[in-house]
């Protein structure tokens, strides 16, 4: 089947939308009112630039305005600013399509000889700037995996899948599922995104919880590199020195092309359950999902939304007069006024999912949590796909919309919510408007936890990207300061490139780079992501990058 038209300025397919519900658009207004909405212009008034002559290259080649325009940038918001104004950072001078590895192999070939950079994409859902095309003196072409999809090996034995890496989320769960099987990564791009952009960005699908994110999922890679094709085979565990499928999850398109990856697969479960329960506070949430986690009782997906987050929610589903008015008493008593909703699933057997829902209430109930059923965990699972379609509609009607992602040990991530909660309003403050910040954990650790922030602000008509880049800025450094990683799952790309030493420090900068000159001495690969001083890069300006403050 031809995939599915994508809209060019915005999320998902073309024809599909989530309007913002009026409850939901009343209450983000009482909060912080909307600014000015930020009207798409038509696609033939998008600014798109001369294309620069290339040599011949490998594989389909497509130099038309469409094709340039539709790969220039991903999903961030600066990137939806950029397509909804007309102005896109810098469009590719060709969008490079190879039809198989030996193609990838014979573009990266050409495009060292000739000294044109290669944007790899796969999905183009990145929303760190992983695939915005950046203003370059040379040539600069993408090139996307988009036809290099499908399954290629199954060893059902060993559990073990091999897919092109172009394959998008449902069609590696179409294929697995012909057979009885599943990958289980779901993240909420699954629609779109791809198993190379998935390994490249080690990415975190919702039922982390039980299967784990894409690191453990990963067995074995094959890429195409400057200096010639990589296969790490696959293997359930090895002593031959560091781990390099390591090294390649997280590499974010700098050391290579993905071209396809063996992944962990396992039976399809007999049945899928799930409960939605409402502990009194954010403080006993976090307390509940420890203890579970800690505890092993088993699950596949968690998602413990804050009191805000809680609120919000209520007020995107229609539900009918009598669960409204039970809702309405639950939250608006004493007990829950700060309530914190909790969504929890199963897989496996029916009586597995009873041993382990017992094991949970059990847990639950000892935080002061109630069990309200079923129902919001099915609606749930069914919207949670379409919920991106609503960033789009905000922005119509005059919110910018972004999302913050960090996790950190179990000790810090009360104080790190509350942190990053007030560097966003003073930061919004200084600028003259209010901010509303949701916040959810849905992937958790014996150790510590993910927190996932979404931010709504007023848009003010031509500073769009400086409040958000202020924003931005001030929530980075916030999670840093207080203990947390620079990013859970959405990657480092070229937005937090000048972040990242002060997570890893000069030696880890020192050893990325080193890889990097390692296997694309000429530095053609994704110049700016990942690592801001690319080697040979005569490129200076990303545009919507913001800094850390500790650049020269
Ligand atoms: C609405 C929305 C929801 C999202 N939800 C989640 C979520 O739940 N969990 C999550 O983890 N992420 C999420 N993301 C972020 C994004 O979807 C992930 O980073 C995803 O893994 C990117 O996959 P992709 O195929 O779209 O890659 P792209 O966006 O095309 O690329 C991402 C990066 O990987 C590189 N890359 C891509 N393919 C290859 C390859 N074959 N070889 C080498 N490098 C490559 C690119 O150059 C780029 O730097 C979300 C994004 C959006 C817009």
């Known amino acids: 089947m031809p995939p599915r038209a994508r809209r060019w300025n915005g999320w998902g397919f073309d024809g599909e939308a989530m309007a913002v519900p009026s409850r939901a658009a009343a209450w983000l207004a009482s909060r912080a009112p909307a600014g000015v909405p930020l009207v798409p212009v038509d696609e033939a008034a998008c600014e798109v630039g001369e294309a620069r002559p290339l040599p011949p290259l490998p594989g389909a080649v497509a130099g038309d305005r469409a094709s340039r325009l539709r790969h220039a940038c991903g999903q961030s918001f600066p990137d939806l600013v950029a397509l909804r104004t007309g102005r896109p950072l810098a469009c590719p001078d060709a969008v490079v399509e190879p039809e198989d590895a030996a193609q990838v192999a014979a573009v990266l070939e050409a495009a060292v000889r000739h000294r044109i950079a290669v944007i790899v994409r796969g999905g183009g859902t990145s929303v760190v700037g992983g695939v915005t095309v950046p203003p370059r003196p040379d040539p600069v072409v993408v090139l996307s995996l988009a036809r290099l999809r499908g399954l290629v090996d199954l060893d059902r034995q060993s559990l073990l899948a091999t897919f092109l890496a172009g394959t998008t989320g449902p069609e590696v769960e179409a294929a697995l599922g012909a057979a009885g099987l599943r990958l289980g990564h779901e993240p909420q791009s699954f629609e779109l995104s791809t198993v190379g952009g998935w390994v490249a960005t080690r990415s975190a ?80 949430g976090l307390a509940c999902c420890r203890e579970l986690v800690q505890s092993g009782v088993p699950h596949e997906i968690m998602r413990l939304s804050d009191p805000t987050e809680t609120a919000f929610g209520t007020t995107l589903v229609e539900l009918s007069p009598l669960v409204a008015r039970a809702s309405r008493a639950l939250f608006g008593s004493r007990r829950f006024a700060e309530g914190c909703v909790l969504l929890l699933g199963w897989a496996g057997t029916d009586r597995e999912i009873g041993r382990a ?58 104080a790190l919510h509350a942190a990053v909660r007030g560097a966003l309003e003073r930061a919004a403050a200084g600028r003259g408007f209010e901010i509303v910040l949701l916040c959810h954990v849905s992937h958790a650790y014996r150790d510590g936890a993910s927190l996932y922030f979404t931010v709504f602000w007023p848009l003010r008509p031509g500073r769009e990207l400086a409040d958000w880049r202020e924003l931005k800025r001030a929530a980075t450094a916030t ?67 913001i800094t850390s403050g500790e650049e020269a």
């Open 205 to 284: 699908g919702v039922r982390s919880n039980g299967v784990g994110t894409i690191d453990g999922l990963v067995a074995g890679a094959e890429l195409a590199t400057a200096r010639g094709a990589w296969r790490l085979a696959p293997q359930p565990a090895s002593a031959a020195g560091p781990e390099l499928r390591r090294l390649v999850l997280g590499s974010e398109g700098r050391l290579g092309i993905i071209t396809a990856a063996t992944l962990r697969v396992r039976a399809r479960p007999e049945a899928e359950h799930g409960t939605v329960v409402v502990l009194p506070g954010w403080g006993d």
């Open 479 to 545: 999670l840093l300061a207080g203990g947390g990683t620079l990013s859970h799952h959405h990657g480092v790309g070229t937005m937090h490139a000048p972040f990242l030493p002060r997570e890893i420090g000069a030696p880890g900068v020192a050893v990325l780079r080193a890889a990097v000159r390692a296997l694309d001495p000429d530095g053609v690969l994704n110049p700016g992501v990942l690592l801001v001083d690319e080697p040979l890069s005569r490129a200076t300006d990303h545009g919507p990058r």
């Open 357 to 414: 829902r017992t094991a949970a209430r059990r847990v639950w109930r000892r935080h002061g949590g109630l069990g309200v059923g079923s129902s919001g965990w099915r609606r749930w699972l069914r919207d949670r796909f379409r919920h991106p379609y609503l960033r789009d509609a905000l922005i119509s009607a005059g919110w910018g919309v972004d999302t913050l992602e960090t996790a950190a040990p179990w000790r810090e991530l009360a």
